[in-house]
């Protein structure tokens, strides 16, 4: 059966109506307990409720600010503008990625929140109360296991160490004053809670509708595993293995793959497929697709393609010269090497006999456009945007691309959806099973267990949907463009099979909020450092005459686009090992002496 689990508007909208922070507040946790909960399945339900919509955010959040990242709009795709994979506009927005980020002061800032924690477990000592049959119980008690192991992996990936708390915090409790836990002790927590989620949430096919299942802790799971396992890898200086986090994430994606539940969604045309896989109407029948978000109008409804295709003064963003070399040419060879290379003299020659992932996640000059009268709403907004995504314009013109190289992943030629501006009902895909056969494929070759067959199991089904060569053990080829940069800039170069399943990862998963994850867990930030990384494309007057050089666009010496030539003259800067995590607020520090605060820091040492 091809169901697929979906997070339904009604529990949206009591997320936000009913159980959220504002209600917390309104009725402290102590007084819910007494007077309301823990009676019957519907309490522990609706409290369950409030988690879904905080963590499964889709395209939820408009163009707030993602906390303390910067970037404005949903993680994805803008989670990326945190990384080397998006040049925005306003570097100014991802402070960390440009090295202006500096420590917030006010206490449960700066990512430093324990609200949503505290509401967790405040669940996991009481859902017991309620009287229903114990299984009932602990499909809830899953479910809040699922997103307190969520939680803590996000807050770990943000400081490194945190305090490692197993009951709700009252303002006079002494746990608040503790140390921060130590990271072994930490994620062996993490670990044993991620298990008992899995454990107790319902197998695939057998949840509630609407709910959490089995496959989407695995997938969590594996997720984390890996982070851990290869954060311990390549962090040499904290001392431990990752071995066994690695295993775990093999476990864990193998249970996935071995269920024979999922698979690469294709329909046979490699030229589309890629891009159409991420604008559907609904999910309910794709096989790739773990975990997903529906809208429906007038119930809960986003905004994103009317974002999407302004991109607005602050959300203007184009990808990376570094992001477009790694796409592999048709004949599985890096540009580097590959006689088919045509050059970067155009967008549309850099596109020719690449792979096709390439062509379906960036804009070429005339595509993708909405060929449709547009409302006198839309024509207000700028002109020319009937001519969706040309590259770059002159300054007369709207949303210019920064780089050249304008996104269209996710977007949809669809009239009707970009003029909705709050009740779009484009779903957003959250869990892919794209992303379980690459966690496994790494997994295995940083454990050296990883066979021909993994990889056909694995990174080979993903190209064989593009019609990609596949990727074989013994010829794989040589990168001299991808191995200086990594040897220039990370200090090491990863073995040319890694080298191949992280190339694989960026591509397939570009957009979708995983580059900085994987740069940070890698020890690879000061790629960021790459001109490439904040680079566009070659510029030819030719092809706009009326962009003006110096004043509409700079470029560097080679002639390639320069966004930040005058923000950021000298580059970005990135400090290890100080940026690769976020600092904890002054005042936090301040009120409990035990914490410290992380290297390179104020105040750290």
């Given at each position: 059966?091809?169901?697929?689990?979906?997070?339904?508007?009604?529990?949206?909208?009591?997320?936000?109506?009913?159980?959220?922070?504002?209600?917390?507040?309104?009725?402290?946790?102590?007084?819910?307990?007494?007077?309301?909960?823990?009676?019957?399945?519907?309490?522990?339900?609706?409290?369950?409720?409030?988690?879904?919509?905080?963590?499964?955010?889709?395209?939820?959040g408009a163009l707030t600010t993602s906390v303390p990242w910067g970037y404005q709009g949903p993680s994805i795709?803008?989670?990326?503008?945190?990384?080397?994979?998006?040049?925005?506009?306003?570097?100014?927005?991802?402070?960390?990625?440009?090295?202006?980020?500096?420590?917030?002061?006010?206490?449960?800032?700066?990512?430093?929140?324990?609200?949503?924690?505290?509401?967790?477990?405040?669940?996991?000592?009481?859902?017991?109360?309620?009287?229903?049959?114990?299984?009932?119980?602990?499909?809830?008690?899953?479910?809040?296991?699922?997103?307190?192991?969520?939680?803590?992996?996000?807050?770990?990936?943000?400081?490194?160490?945190?305090?490692?708390?197993?009951?709700?915090?009252?303002?006079?409790?002494?746990?608040?004053?503790?140390?921060?836990?130590?990271?072994?002790?930490?994620?062996?927590?993490?670990?044993?809670?991620?298990?008992?989620?899995?454990?107790?949430?319902?197998?695939?096919?057998?949840?509630?509708?609407?709910?959490?299942?089995?496959?989407?802790?695995?997938?969590?799971?594996?997720?984390?595993?890996?982070?851990?396992?290869?954060?311990?890898?390549?962090?040499?200086?904290?001392?431990?293995?990752?071995?066994?986090?690695?295993?775990?994430?093999?476990?864990?994606?193998?249970?996935?793959?071995?269920?024979?539940?999922?698979?690469?969604?294709?329909?046979?045309?490699?030229?589309?497929?890629?891009?159409?896989?991420?604008?559907?109407?609904?999910?309910?029948?794709n096989s790739e697709v773990i975990l997903w978000k529906r809208y429906s109008s007038g119930l809960l409804g986003?905004?994103?393609?009317?974002?999407?295709?302004?991109?607005?003064?602050?959300?203007?963003?184009?990808?990376?010269?570094?992001?477009?070399?790694?796409?592999?040419?048709?004949?599985?060879?890096?540009?580097?090497?590959?006689?088919?290379?045509?050059?970067?003299?155009?967008?549309?020659?850099?596109?020719?006999?690449?792979?096709?992932?390439?062509?379906?996640?960036?804009?070429?000059?005339?595509?993708?456009?909405?060929?449709?009268?547009?409302?006198?709403?839309?024509?207000?907004?700028?002109?020319?945007?009937?001519?969706?995504?040309?590259?770059?314009?002159?300054?007369?013109?709207?949303?210019?691309?920064?780089?050249?190289?304008?996104?269209?992943?996710?977007?949809?030629?669809?009239?009707?959806?970009?003029?909705?501006?709050?009740?779009?009902?484009?779903?957003?895909?959250?869990?892919?099973?794209?992303?379980?056969?690459?966690?496994?494929?790494?997994?295995?070759?940083?454990?050296?267990?990883?066979?021909?067959?993994?990889?056909?199991?694995?990174?080979?089904?993903?190209?064989?949907?593009?019609?990609?060569?596949?990727?074989?053990?013994?010829?794989?080829?040589?990168?001299?463009?991808?191995?200086?940069?990594?040897?220039?800039?990370?200090?090491?170069?990863?073995?040319?099979?890694?080298?191949e399943i992280r190339r694989e990862r960026r591509v397939e998963l570009v957009f979708e909020n995983f580059r900085?994850?994987?740069?940070?867990?890698?020890?690879?930030?000061?790629?960021?450092?790459?001109?490439?990384?904040?680079?566009?494309?070659?510029?030819?007057?030719?092809?706009?005459?009326?962009?003006?050089?110096?004043?509409?666009?700079?470029?560097?010496?080679?002639?390639?686009?320069?966004?930040?030539?005058?923000?950021?003259?000298?580059?970005?800067?990135?400090?290890?090992?100080?940026?690769?995590?976020?600092?904890?607020?002054?005042?936090?520090?301040?009120?409990?002496?035990?914490?410290?605060?992380?290297?390179?820091?104020?105040?750290?040492?």
């Amino acid at each position: 059966m091809n169901y697929k689990y979906f997070i339904s508007a009604i529990f949206a909208l009591l997320m936000l109506a009913g159980c959220n922070d504002d209600f917390m507040e309104r009725y402290p946790l102590d007084s819910i307990t007494d007077q309301t909960y823990w009676k019957s399945e519907s309490d522990l339900q609706l409290y369950c409720n409030s988690f879904y919509g905080s963590f499964i955010q889709g395209f939820d959040g408009a163009l707030t600010t993602s906390v303390p990242w910067g970037y404005q709009g949903p993680s994805i795709p803008y989670g990326d503008n945190h990384s080397d994979n998006s040049v925005p506009t306003d570097y100014s927005l991802v402070k960390m990625v440009n090295g202006t980020y500096v420590e917030t002061t006010a206490a449960g800032s700066g990512g430093w929140n324990w609200t949503q924690m505290r509401a967790l477990n405040n669940f996991l000592v009481n859902y017991q109360k309620a009287e229903i049959a114990p299984t009932i119980k602990q499909a809830y008690a899953g479910e809040v296991l699922f997103f307190k192991a969520w939680d803590y992996f996000e807050k770990i990936k943000l400081f490194g160490e945190v305090p490692w708390f197993s009951k709700p915090l009252l303002t006079n409790s002494e746990e608040l004053y503790i140390a921060r836990t130590p990271r072994s002790e930490l994620m062996d927590s993490v670990l044993a809670t991620i298990n008992e989620a899995a454990k107790w949430l319902p197998a695939k096919g057998s949840e509630k509708k609407d709910r959490l299942n089995k496959d989407m802790a695995l997938l969590l799971k594996a997720r984390i595993c890996l982070f851990e396992g290869t954060f311990r890898k390549y962090h040499k200086e904290i001392g431990l293995s990752g071995d066994k986090f690695l295993q775990e994430a093999v476990t864990a994606s193998n249970e996935l793959i071995s269920s024979n539940r999922y698979s690469i969604w294709s329909t046979g045309n490699p030229e589309k497929d890629y891009n159409q896989l991420f604008i559907q109407s609904q999910y309910d029948n794709n096989s790739e697709v773990i975990l997903w978000k529906r809208y429906s109008s007038g119930l809960l409804g986003n905004g994103f393609l009317r974002y999407y295709a302004w991109h607005q003064s602050y959300n203007q963003a184009g990808f990376s010269k570094s992001m477009v070399e790694e796409y592999l040419c048709s004949d599985g060879l890096p540009i580097s090497v590959s006689p088919l290379y045509r050059g970067d003299d155009s967008i549309q020659s850099e596109v020719i006999k690449r792979d096709p992932r390439l062509h379906q996640t960036i804009s070429i000059p005339g595509e993708y456009a909405l060929d449709l009268q547009l409302s006198n709403s839309l024509l207000d907004r700028g002109s020319g945007y009937n001519k969706m995504m040309p590259p770059i314009r002159g300054s007369g013109d709207d949303y210019p691309s920064p780089t050249g190289y304008w996104p269209i992943k996710f977007w949809k030629v669809d009239l009707t959806e970009v003029e909705q501006l709050t009740n779009g009902v484009m779903p957003c895909p959250v869990y892919r099973y794209a992303e379980v056969l690459l966690i496994n494929a790494e997994a295995k070759a940083e454990l050296g267990q990883c066979a021909q067959t993994d990889l056909d199991n694995t990174v080979n089904k993903l190209r064989s949907r593009v019609g990609m060569p596949s990727l074989k053990l013994n010829t794989i080829p040589n990168d001299p463009l991808m191995d200086a940069r990594y040897q220039t800039y990370c200090g090491y170069t990863p073995t040319p099979l890694i080298r191949e399943i992280r190339r694989e990862r960026r591509v397939e998963l570009v957009f979708e909020n995983f580059r900085w994850d994987d740069l940070i867990r890698w020890k690879a930030g000061k790629l960021l450092l790459a001109p490439e990384a904040i680079k566009g494309m070659k510029f030819n007057k030719y092809q706009y005459p009326t962009v003006r050089v110096g004043t509409d666009v700079y470029l560097d010496t080679k002639g390639y686009l320069a966004p930040y030539q005058k923000s950021l003259p000298n580059g970005r800067a990135f400090v290890e090992p100080k940026q690769y995590y976020f600092p904890i607020p002054i005042e936090e520090l301040i009120m409990n002496p035990k914490l410290v605060q992380n290297q390179g820091w104020v105040n750290g040492k």
